[in-house]
């Protein structure tokens, strides 16, 4: 026995497939918007005609150019379009006289521009024929209708059940006042007179920007139910962070997550490489260019110069701290800690040839000079300059991905610190949730034995002598010349010489770093959202609870940041918060569903409402009038699904 329409579709493809139209596969978008996507489904059989002729000037017809960001003249980058400088605001939510200036937009896919409806009268009859009805077979065929008929169906629906006869019919109700959704004419148009629907589940859509949305669902029992709750209802917030459209208060900690994602792929390219027996230097790309002069310069005054103390909080220890003036600081912060800065000053190299020879410079200076910023920092790079400064450690010489793995390696742990300070001085969240693995955690918590780097602490006197430990060979003890376990994260690039010689300057894990970064860009698209929270809501009780709820999720793992990536936060949040802020707003799309049953049938009518029409204007004659400019009221695009089960 067949379990779904795959039989149906063979059928209607034999009969018909020459005439019409017909896919079998995930329904259209207008039909999971006014239907829901419960009762659409996954796959539906649809059968269409389709129309591709004059194909551009179609779609140069029905699809709106993208809008054209304003720009400011200035010598910064353009960043406008950023959340943080929309001036929309929160009490003209859902007020139709204020021009939200969303961007043109369509909510329908390109290739549902080229759908026809038949007539639906062919339609029907191709239901009721008997060949179909019996067809073997498990779901839902819908018809799409050209609207021409009186009651302007839309779409005709056909369900196959082993154990019911169900149909349903999708009809454009037209442009309609706001002010006429009302209970009573909701309940009028599904049951009978003196009947009551027995359940009915409500969804508002209140659109915030062009990125944010918030949506309150409910369900009650009631014979006429309250169409708009803001107190017992379930409140959603939908937002989307574009990569592309970053503002310019956080551009410079977003650059930091592109430059560490382009020294991760550079160092993963240069192994591949080796490994298929490919001898080349790698790549470093990612600098602006420095004279190398003036990098000695400043290395020799990072290391020799006494880095004071961090700033203190320009707010009382008891105050709440605004987040972007947080956001403001953190970008001009005192760096204190060593390796921070040269993080700094490396990056700015520009090419590997001259980030090797900065760290060349860097080691000659720790050996030579008298450092007085040692550093705090637990990296590689770190325990290098305290070994040549202590006169510990022979003058290493950097040699393949050694350089791009220590930059890396410090510019992580930099990145972090700058988040850190944004989420603890805003108060938004404990340093727990910013860890980006439970291990990293853990070693973090115990400071006095970490995982990751080499016990080094041994006199100069046994260092020259050799390490007693059988297999040392008497080698002196340095950071070429440590237990192999130390390189059991860097395992899957390791050689044969790596295996022999036992040495490495420096640590690098595939895995282990794409966590770390996407870990990273978790916290700062969850910073992103709480920008556009404070902005457009102001929500200040909510954002500890947004921030735990974002930051405990399993960060999606990426290997590259581009503009055409985006974050969607969809996070429920409690009615409270925003119900002062809707408060008198009408929705600007509404989803209502009402059923009614006994032993024997049951009756499901949905009303669908949105201020925007979801169908291509093209679908049907009747989407080409243009009614809702002759009303200053809010008014509604209108849709009624009904559907009928009977019991066989």
């Given at each position: 026995m067949?379990?779904?329409?795959?039989?149906?579709?063979?059928?209607?493809?034999?009969?018909y497939?020459?005439?019409y139209?017909?896919?079998y596969?995930?329904?259209?978008?207008?039909?999971?918007?006014?239907?829901?996507?419960?009762?659409?489904?996954?796959?539906?059989?649809?059968l269409?005609?389709?129309?591709?002729?004059?194909a551009?000037?179609?779609r140069i017809?029905?699809t709106?150019?993208?809008?054209?960001?304003?720009s400011e003249?200035t010598?910064?980058?353009?960043?406008t379009?950023?959340?943080?400088?929309d001036d929309c605001?929160?009490?003209?939510?859902g007020?139709q006289?204020l021009?939200l200036?969303?961007e043109?937009?369509?909510?329908?896919k390109?290739?549902?521009?080229f759908?026809?409806?038949?007539?639906?009268?062919?339609?029907?009859?191709?239901?009721?024929?008997?060949s179909?009805?019996?067809?073997?077979?498990?779901?839902?065929?819908?018809?799409?209708c050209?609207?021409?008929?009186l009651?302007?169906?839309?779409?005709?629906?056909?369900?196959?059940?082993?154990s019911?006869?169900?149909?349903?019919?999708?009809?454009?109700?037209?442009?309609?006042?706001?002010?006429?959704?009302?209970?009573?004419?909701?309940?009028?148009?599904?049951?009978?007179?003196?009947s009551?629907?027995?359940?009915?589940?409500?969804?508002?859509?209140?659109i915030?920007?062009?990125?944010?949305?918030?949506?309150?669902?409910?369900?009650?029992?009631?014979?006429?139910?309250?169409?708009?709750?803001?107190?017992?209802?379930?409140?959603?917030l939908?937002?989307?962070?574009?990569?592309?459209?970053?503002?310019?208060?956080?551009?410079?900690?977003m650059?930091?997550?592109?430059?560490?994602v382009y020294?991760?792929?550079?160092?993963?390219?240069?192994?591949?490489?080796?490994?298929?027996?490919?001898?080349?230097?790698p790549?470093y790309?990612?600098?602006?260019g420095?004279?190398?002069?003036?990098?000695?310069?400043?290395?020799?005054?990072?290391?020799?110069?006494?880095?004071?103390?961090?700033d203190?909080?320009?707010?009382?220890l008891g105050?709440?701290?605004?987040?972007?003036?947080?956001?403001?600081?953190a970008?001009?912060?005192?760096?204190?800690?060593?390796t921070?800065?040269?993080?700094e000053?490396?990056?700015?190299?520009?090419?590997?040839k001259?980030l090797?020879?900065?760290?060349?410079m860097?080691f000659?200076?720790?050996?030579?000079?008298?450092?007085v910023?040692?550093?705090?920092?637990?990296n590689?790079?770190?325990?290098?300059i305290?070994?040549?400064?202590?006169?510990?450690?022979?003058?290493?010489?950097?040699?393949?991905?050694?350089?791009?793995?220590?930059?890396?390696?410090?510019g992580?742990?930099?990145?972090?610190?700058?988040?850190?300070?944004?989420?603890t001085?805003?108060k938004?969240c404990?340093t727990?949730l910013?860890?980006?693995t439970s291990e990293v955690?853990?070693?973090?918590?115990?400071?006095?034995?970490?995982?990751?780097?080499?016990?080094?602490?041994?006199?100069?006197?046994?260092a020259?002598r050799?390490?007693?430990?059988?297999?040392?060979?008497?080698?002196?003890?340095?950071?070429?010349h440590?237990?192999?376990?130390?390189?059991?994260?860097?395992?899957?690039?390791?050689?044969?010489?790596?295996?022999?010689?036992?040495?490495k300057?420096?640590?690098f894990?595939?895995?282990?770093?794409m966590?770390r970064?996407s870990?990273?860009?978790?916290?700062?698209c969850?910073?992103?959202?709480l920008?556009?929270?404070?902005?457009?809501?102001n929500?200040?009780?909510?954002?500890?609870?947004?921030?735990?709820?974002?930051?405990?999720?399993?960060?999606?793992?990426?290997?590259?940041?581009?503009?055409?990536?985006s974050?969607v936060?969809?996070?429920?949040?409690?009615?409270h918060?925003?119900?002062?802020h809707?408060?008198?707003?009408?929705?600007?799309?509404r989803?209502?569903t009402?059923?009614?049953?006994?032993?024997f049938?049951?009756?499901?009518?949905?009303?669908?409402?949105?201020?925007?029409?979801?169908c291509?204007?093209?679908?049907?004659?009747?989407?080409?009038?243009?009614?809702?400019k002759?009303?200053k009221?809010?008014?509604y695009?209108?849709?009624?699904?009904?559907?009928?089960?009977t019991?066989?």
């Open positions: 067949s379990t779904n329409l795959a039989n149906v579709y063979a059928e209607l493809m034999r009969r497939g020459e005439t139209t017909i896919t596969g995930p329904p259209p978008t207008y039909l999971a918007s006014i239907a829901g996507a419960a009762e659409a489904g996954k796959k539906i059989v649809f269409f005609r389709e129309e591709r002729s004059g551009a000037a179609s017809r029905t709106p150019v993208k809008r054209e960001r304003k003249v010598s910064e980058l353009d960043l379009g950023s959340p943080l400088k605001e929160v009490e003209a939510i007020d006289s021009d200036q969303l043109d937009k369509n909510p329908w390109l290739e549902e521009e759908h026809r409806g038949i007539p639906a009268n062919t339609a029907r009859s191709i239901i009721c024929q008997e179909f009805q019996q067809t073997d077979g498990l779901g839902s065929v819908w018809f799409l050209d609207a021409q008929d009651g302007q169906t839309q779409l005709l629906q056909y369900e196959f059940d082993k019911h006869f169900s149909r349903g019919i999708l009809s454009y109700q037209g442009v309609v006042p706001a002010y006429t959704v009302t209970s009573q004419s909701l309940v009028r148009q599904h049951s009978s007179p003196g009551h629907p027995a359940e009915t589940v409500i969804e508002n859509n209140y915030v920007n062009s990125n944010m949305m918030l949506r309150c669902s409910y369900s009650t029992n009631a014979p006429l139910p309250l169409l708009i709750n803001l107190h017992d209802c379930e409140v959603t939908n937002n989307t962070f574009h990569v592309g459209d970053c503002s310019s208060l956080t551009q410079d900690f650059n930091q997550l592109r430059i560490l020294i991760r792929e550079d160092i993963v390219n240069y192994h591949k490489d080796v490994q298929q027996g490919i001898t080349r230097d790549k790309r990612c600098g602006i420095i004279d190398m002069d003036e990098l000695r310069e400043a290395i020799n005054k990072t290391m020799t110069d006494v880095s004071g103390f961090t203190l909080p320009s707010h009382g105050g709440d701290s605004d987040l972007e003036d947080v956001v403001h600081r970008k001009i912060r005192r760096i204190t800690d060593l921070d800065k040269l993080w000053l490396l990056k700015c190299c520009d090419s590997y001259d090797k020879m900065a760290f060349n860097l000659q200076c720790a050996a030579r000079c008298n450092i910023n040692t550093p705090t920092n637990k590689r790079l770190a325990e290098i305290k070994e040549l400064a202590n006169r510990r450690l022979a003058m290493p010489c950097l040699s393949g991905a050694e350089p791009l793995e220590l930059l890396l390696e410090i992580l742990e930099k990145v972090y610190k700058d988040y850190e300070f944004i989420y001085e805003s938004m404990s727990n910013l860890k980006h955690a853990t070693a973090n918590d115990d400071d006095d034995s970490p995982q990751n780097l080499p016990q080094l602490r041994k006199s100069l006197h046994n020259v050799g390490d007693p430990t059988p297999g040392a060979g008497g080698m002196r003890k340095t950071l070429l440590h237990n192999g376990a130390d390189k059991s994260g860097n395992a899957k690039y390791a050689s044969k010489d790596d295996d022999e010689a036992g040495f300057n420096s640590h894990d595939e895995h282990e770093s966590e970064v870990k990273l860009f978790q916290i700062h969850t910073l992103e959202h920008l556009m929270i404070q902005v457009h809501l929500l200040p009780n909510a954002y500890s609870d947004i921030c735990s709820k974002l930051l405990k999720k399993t960060p999606r793992l990426l290997e590259a940041i581009d503009d055409q990536l974050d936060m969809d996070i429920n949040i409690s009615a918060c925003v119900s002062s809707l408060d008198g707003k009408e929705p600007y799309s989803h209502i009402m059923r009614s049953y006994n032993k049938r049951e009756i499901k009518t949905t009303f669908y409402y949105n201020s925007d029409n979801i291509p204007p093209n679908l049907a004659e009747c989407f080409q009038s243009d009614d809702k002759l009303v009221e809010r008014t695009h209108s849709w009624l699904y009904h559907k009928i089960r019991l066989q």
